[in-house]
C-alpha cells in the first residue's frame, strides 16, 4: 500500500478518533499530521506483523496518549481556534454533542469507543489497546451504555 | 437516537472533515527531519567549539603546573555534561518509545523513559558539580603557589559560590524538575490504571 492510499482512507478516521481524544478540531488537525508524520517515517518498519490498521491507529492511539505531555501548550491557543471554527462550519449539533460527550470519558475510554465507531472487530481493539479480549468486551459494553445514556437525556431535552 | 447503532450511523457519515493534504504531510515529515539533523549537528558544533575554546585557553596560557591544565580538563568534562542534560540530546538518546506497540506497552514506554530521565537529571547534577569543584580546585592551584594570598581569596570565592550554588540553587532545581516530572508520571500512571479497571 502506498503512503498516499493509506492517508487517503486512513486520515478522516483517524481525524474522528482524534477529535473523540480531544475534542478540538485544530489539535486533532495536528494529531492527524502528526500521526501520518510518523506513519511516513516507519512505513519501512512496517511488515505485515499486524494488519495496517491495527498499526495505523496504534500509532494514532499512542499519539494522543502522549498529548498528556503538551497539554498545557496547547490551552493557550485552544480559544482562538474553536471561536473561528464555529464560524466557518456550523456542524450538525449531535456530532458536536457526540464528541463533547466522548472527550468526558476517561482517556482510555475514549479511545475504545472511537475504535468501537469505527467499527474495528473487538480482537482489534484488544490488540490496539493492548487488553484481553475479554476485558475489553466488559469496557465496551460499559462505555456503549454511558453513551446511549446521555444520548437519551439529551434528546428529552431537545 | 435511543440506542447505540443510531450513534455509530451518526458517526460514520459524519461530513468529512479537510485533513491537510497529502504533500503537506510529506513536506512536513521531511522539514521535521531535517531540523532534528540540524539540531543535532548545531549540539555538536556548540559542545566542540567550547572544548577548543577552553583547550586553547589551556594550551596559550603559560601554565606550569599539570594540575591547571588537569583542571582545565575537569572543567571542560562538567561543562560538556551540563550542555547534553540541559539539551535535548539526553531526551533523545533515552527516549526509544516504539509508537506502533499497544497501549498499555507504549504507557509503560514512558514510564520508564521519564523514570530514567528523572535519575540522569538528579545524578548529572551531583556529577557536574564534584567535576566542576575539582577543576577549579586544580585549576587555581597554580595561582596559589605563585601567589599565597591572591589564591587564597580566589579558593574562598570560588568554593562560597559553589557552596551557595550546591546547598541552595541545586535543590532547588532537582526538587523543580523532580516535581515536574513525577507530575507527569502520576498522570500516565493513572491513565495505564484504567486499563485494570
Known sequence: MQFEEIYQTFSPKVYRLCMGYVNNSDWAKDLVQETFISVWQNLSKFRNESSINTWIFRIATNNCLRQLEREKRFEKTVMPVQVEEKIEIKRDDRIDFLYRCISELEETERIIISLVLEDLPQAEIADIVGMSDGNVRVKIHRIKEKLTEKFKSYEQLQ | ?197
Not at chain 2, 522539514?31 to 556548540?46: H, P
Not at chain 2, 561543562?79 to 509503560?108: C, E, P, T, W
Not at chain 2, 538528579?122 to 575539582?134: H, R, S
Open chain 2, 1 to 197: 437516537m435511543s440506542n447505540f447503532n443510531d450513534i455509530q450511523n451518526l458517526w460514520q457519515n459524519q461530513p468529512d472533515v479537510k485533513t491537510p493534504d497529502v504533500d503537506s504531510i510529506i513536506k512536513a515529515a521531511n522539514k521535521n527531519r531535517k531540523q532534528m539533523i540540524t539540531k543535532n549537528v548545531m549540539a555538536l558544533i556548540t559542545l566542540g567549539a567550547t572544548v577548543l575554546f577552553i583547550a586553547y585557553i589551556g594550551l596559550v596560557a603559560d601554565f606550569q603546573f599539570v594540575t591547571t591544565k588537569v583542571g582545565i580538563v575537569c572543567i571542560i568534562i562538567s561543562i560538556i555534561g551540563a550542555m547534553v542534560l540541559n539539551s535535548q540530546m539526553l531526551m533523545l538518546i533515552l527516549n526509544k518509545a516504539d509508537n506502533s506497540v499497544s497501549n498499555q506497552d507504549y504507557l509503560n514506554q514512558l514510564i520508564a523513559y521519564r523514570n530514567k530521565q528523572r535519575f540522569f537529571q538528579t545524578k548529572g547534577i551531583a556529577v557536574y558539580f564534584l567535576a566542576l569543584t575539582l577543576g577549579f580546585i586544580l585549576y587555581l592551584y597554580e595561582f596559589y603557589a605563585r601567589n599565597h594570598s591572591f589564591g587564597l581569596k580566589a579558593y574562598v570565592l570560588t568554593l562560597l559560590w559553589i557552596a551557595f550554588a550546591w546547598f541552595y540553587i541545586r535543590p532547588k532545581t532537582i526538587k523543580k524538575q523532580e516535581k515536574k516530572i513525577n507530575d507527569l508520571i502520576e498522570q500516565i500512571e493513572s491513565i495505564s490504571s484504567q486499563f485494570e479497571k
